[in-house]
């Protein structure tokens, strides 16, 4: 964020004041990168299919052993060997590739 502003102060303002603003600017943008390099570095990845394991979903179509449920808006087909009908609340508990493998709650 402060990269534009030292560009649109390099724009705006008059001199010396444009080239005053700009290394402000400029230097508080390193600084500002420097922060966030550090603060994300050694966070682990959270995304992938993975991630779904222990969340609940809602049954979209019956789970007799393999039908369809919603979780965060997407629609997954899933596997339940104790069966599911729709609207029913169920957890993942594993996945078999794109399949999510689920159990009633």
Same mark, same amino acid.
């Given at each position: 964020?402060?990269? !534009?502003?030292?560009? !649109? #102060? ?5 001199? *010396?004041?444009n080239? !005053? ?7 508080l943008?390193?600084?500002? #990168? ?5 603060k +994300? /570095?050694?966070? *682990? @990845?959270? +995304?992938g299919?993975?991630? #779904? +394991?222990? /969340? %609940?979903?809602? @049954?979209?179509? *019956?789970?007799? *052993?393999?039908?369809q @449920?919603q979780? $965060?808006? %997407?629609?997954?087909?899933? /596997?339940?060997?104790?069966?599911? $009908?729709?609207? $029913?609340? +169920? /957890?993942? !508990? ?7 493998v689920?159990?009633r709650?």
């Amino acid at each position: 964020m402060f990269f !534009v502003l030292a560009f !649109v #102060l390099l724009i705006v303002l008059g001199s *010396p004041w444009n080239i !005053v603003g700009f290394g402000i600017c400029f230097i508080l943008g390193i600084g500002e #990168l420097t922060f966030w390099s550090r603060k +994300v /570095r050694g966070r *682990p @990845v959270a +995304v992938g299919a993975h991630t #779904l +394991v222990g /969340r %609940e979903a809602r @049954v979209i179509s *019956p789970c007799r *052993p393999e039908g369809q @449920v919603q979780l $965060d808006g %997407e629609i997954w087909q899933a /596997r339940c060997a104790a069966g599911a $009908d729709p609207g $029913d609340s +169920v /957890r993942v !508990v594993g996945r078999d590739r794109l399949v999510l493998v689920v159990e009633r709650v």
